[in-house]
């Protein structure tokens, strides 16, 4: 029998990063109830060569090129199901952990058959005492999607609207029923849909604040930013603005898109005029390229009849 977690990790020329997000989780959570299962994205820097060297033990699944998020995680999620795992817990390699949230989030969702999935509080990295990503919601009126950021001191959980890639446990028999991560999404808010999708199953998905983690944040992203265009790659505003629209024609509620449209295109147009002032062009272009999109991918494209795959 397998242990009850595939703990899934999906590594993208950060070495280091995953490198401490496995040394973190082995020093604080009990390895009884794990597996971890490193995904590589194609990565060009000898990740798998230093990761298998220092991590011999590990499963790893070796993508010849960069998936995304969304594939990349579902190639694991895929090993999961079939090897008999009951959950699988998806956590991004800028994290770390002090304390055994693994068995913490497991026993959650072992009391609470009604939940898909749960996600702790998660701190930033070097500010341990703000939350960066904690109760997930969603504004039906202006569209947007927003995590809260207070601190809990609560030993309670709460129903949300959806929960962070960053770190989330799923049950497994969820997944079956919902479909993985939507790979067209590539990058950024494949969680927000999944939790949606699960949630229409007729799921409810966990916030735990009494369980914590910390995370920097956009290492990936800042990693491939050219200097000119700052600090973020241009190509992240392509995908928000994409996915974001994506997002709200399939699960924002119709009597509000008027107030939608207003609010998102007063938000997308002072963003446009910013990085035009700013001379960051590849920037304008892509947020251009991705509203474009958003607005015009006929449904059938985004959303094939096969989520597993």
């Not at 993508?63 to 999620?77: P, Q, S, T, V, Y």
């Not at 990058?187 to 998905?205: P, Q």
């Not at 062009?281 to 094939?304: D, H, M, Q, S």
Request: overall charge positive; proline content about 4%.
């Amino acid at each position: 029998m397998p242990k009850p977690v595939a703990l899934i990790l999906l590594n993208w020329n950060t070495p280091v990063h995953t490198a401490n997000c496995i040394s973190s989780l082995k020093q604080y959570c009990d390895e009884h109830c794990f597996d971890i299962i490193l995904a590589d994205n194609g990565s060009t820097d000898d990740s798998i060569a230093i990761l298998k060297t220092k991590f011999p033990n590990l499963i790893y699944i070796e993508n010849k090129e960069n998936l995304g998020f969304a594939e990349g995680n579902n190639r694991g999620l895929v090993f999961s199901i079939e090897k008999g795992y009951t959950y699988s817990l998806i956590i991004n390699t800028d994290t770390e952990v002090d304390e055994d949230i693994v068995s913490k989030l497991v026993k959650h969702l072992n009391q609470h058959s009604k939940a898909a999935a749960v996600q702790p509080a998660i701190f930033w990295m070097h500010k341990r005492s703000i939350v960066w990503n904690g109760e997930g919601s969603f504004n039906k009126v202006l569209g947007v999607t927003s995590s809260g950021t207070k601190v809990s001191t609560q030993n309670t959980y709460k129903s949300v609207e959806w929960l962070t890639g960053c770190c989330m446990l799923i049950r497994n028999s969820a997944l079956i029923k919902s479909g993985l991560f939507n790979k067209k999404f590539f990058l950024y808010y494949e969680d927000v849909e999944l939790s949606f999708r699960m949630r229409s199953k007729g799921y409810e998905l966990h916030y735990l604040p009494s369980c914590k983690m910390y995370h920097e944040a956009g290492v990936s992203a800042k990693v491939a930013a050219p200097k000119q265009e700052g600090f973020l790659s241009p190509v992240i505003h392509y995908y928000i603005s994409r996915n974001h629209l994506w997002f709200l024609r399939r699960y924002g509620k119709p009597v509000f898109f008027p107030i939608n449209i207003l609010y998102n295109a007063s938000y997308y147009a002072a963003l446009w005029f910013y990085f035009k002032l700013r001379g960051r062009k590849e920037k304008a272009r892509f947020l251009v390229k991705g509203l474009k999109e958003g607005f015009f991918t006929p449904k059938n494209l985004i959303w094939p009849e096969d989520n597993l795959r």
